[in-house]
């Protein structure tokens, strides 16, 4: 009952048992945080929009993005990601959401910022719905914890359209 | 007691002879205490060996039946886990590189299923036909149908330059519903190394089975 190999059983044992509570506490710990972040996109040009030789329609822009988002870092947040979202309805989808650009904030002294980018990935339709198409632009964040459960939310800003023609 | 047998109470008790007496009894003491030292410097492995010549059948059925019961319940909560969180495997251990600076290898995710659509952003894993090992990547692109309610989904691994099209099967764009395993829900870092290192080194899973088993039979309770 106390040889060597007891013992080091024993006390792994615990070890890891205490292992487990202190990751589960500190991400309980993030609830207590309130987040209030802020964020403003414009889009400043339409660069081109052109119909695709496989028939889909693509969209090319410049915008610049403004975020505030200092408050959702806690003492538990490995790093935030972000992403910009166009989010529009067409006849044969409910819903398509098309990421445009997305950034890795590491630390909660580069969280406010603001970039002027053209979109990151191509926004293509399924299909070639997006002539005059209404669409919001959403900034979503995932706060990535040191250990422990993600939290994900979002700013949905609307009122942006693209141009009727082809240009 | 002992000593009032061996001590001479009488007149002719001298202390030399006394002294001559003790030195004696110390000799013998430790002669016996040298014997002793010798039987256990051959080591566990001789304890092993004895005891495993001592085996009663009905101990050894104890023990294996005890063994049977903690796999038993082992398996019951790793069913019940798969049950409560809808997910074929609950919880995954990052292989690749692709989700860094987020998710490094050897770290385990925690996954849920449940009938909310996927939406983008989200940290999905998924398999493609053909390929064995589920693959954790976020979601960038969601076309979901008006009358049906089923998606197609894109998605990239953070740390890529592309998107996933061309880890997809032969003229597959998007991804559906049923290639989706689960969402990222939590996560744990380096626990998954344990895995990591047993799926590589397999030889290493054989010596821990064969230590836990030698363990088992040879511990006295």
């Not at chain 1, 030789?53 to 505030?68: F, I, K, W, Y």
């Not at chain 1, 603001?114 to 990935?121: F, G, L, R, V």
């Amino acid at each position: 009952m106390h040889s060597f190999g007891y013992r080091l059983n024993g006390l792994l044992t615990f070890a890891v048992t205490i292992l487990a509570l202190m990751c589960a506490i500190t991400s309980l710990s993030d609830n207590f945080n309130t987040p209030s972040p802020s964020a403003e996109i414009k889009i400043m040009n339409i660069n081109w929009f052109q119909k695709q030789p496989q028939g889909h329609d693509e969209v090319s822009l410049t915008m610049n993005v403004s975020a505030d988002l200092q408050s959702l870092f806690t003492w538990n947040t490995k790093q935030v990601f972000i992403f910009v979202a166009a989010e529009y309805e067409t006849r044969k989808n409910s819903l398509n959401q098309v990421s445009l650009w997305d950034a890795i904030i590491p630390a909660k002294e580069h969280a406010k910022f603001w970039i002027h980018t053209s979109n990151k990935y191509r926004f293509v339709d399924q299909g070639n719905n997006l002539r005059g198409k209404k669409f919001n632009l959403t900034l979503h964040w995932h706060v990535m914890p040191k250990t422990g459960k993600m939290f994900a939310d979002k700013i949905v800003l609307t009122g942006y359209s693209l141009p009727e023609e082809y240009r | 007691m002992y000593y009032a047998k061996h001590f001479r109470w009488d007149s002719s008790y001298s202390a030399s002879s006394n002294l001559v007496y003790k030195l004696q009894r110390r000799r013998r003491r430790s002669k016996k205490l040298k014997h002793i030292g010798k039987r256990e410097n051959m080591g566990w492995i001789g304890d092993t060996v004895d005891s495993i010549k001592s085996i009663q059948i009905r101990q050894l059925l104890t023990q294996v039946v005890s063994l049977g019961m903690i796999v038993t319940s082992a398996l019951i909560i790793w069913k019940g886990l798969m049950c409560v969180t809808g997910s074929e495997s609950p919880v995954v251990v990052v292989l690749s590189g692709s989700m860094e600076p987020g998710f490094k290898r050897g770290d385990i995710l925690f996954l849920h299923m449940s009938k909310d659509p996927i939406r983008a952003g989200e940290i999905v894993v998924f398999n493609i036909d053909g390929r064995e090992i589920p693959i954790v990547h976020r979601v960038i692109k969601v076309h979901e149908r008006q009358d049906t309610g089923e998606v197609d989904v894109l998605t990239k691994g953070d740390n890529n330059y592309g998107d996933d099209r061309l880890l997809y099967a032969q003229g597959q764009q998007y991804l559906q519903r049923h290639h989706i395993m689960g969402r990222a829900v939590g996560f744990l870092p380096y626990v998954g190394w344990v895995t990591i290192v047993m799926t590589e080194k397999p030889i290493i899973k054989y010596i821990l089975i064969g230590a836990l088993g030698l363990l088992v039979i040879t511990s006295k309770d």
